[in-house]
């Protein structure tokens, strides 16, 4: 699947620290979400269609990714 991001609105969380080890978010059309590395603007973005983005953000906050 191929999507433009060349107009994609890129955010990083309020939370983000100010040493630039960051993703940032996109909201893009169609409920799909951008994710990229805020130290490389141009490279690669993940895009995630809306169910796995739930599904991600579910587990998030459910803590399914706490390392123990």
């Known amino acids: 699947m191929t999507v433009d991001l060349s107009e994609a609105r890129w955010f990083k969380s309020s939370y983000s620290e100010s040493n630039g080890q960051c ?16 130290k ?3 490279g690669p973005a993940l895009v995630f269609t809306p169910g796995e983005w739930e599904a991600f ?12």
């Open 23 to 38: 993703v940032e978010v996109a909201f893009l059309g169609g409920g799909m979400v951008g994710v990229r590395d805020s």
């Open 40 to 42: 490389n603007p141009t």
């Open 57 to 68: 953000t579910t587990g998030l906050v459910d803590s399914e990714f706490k390392h123990p």
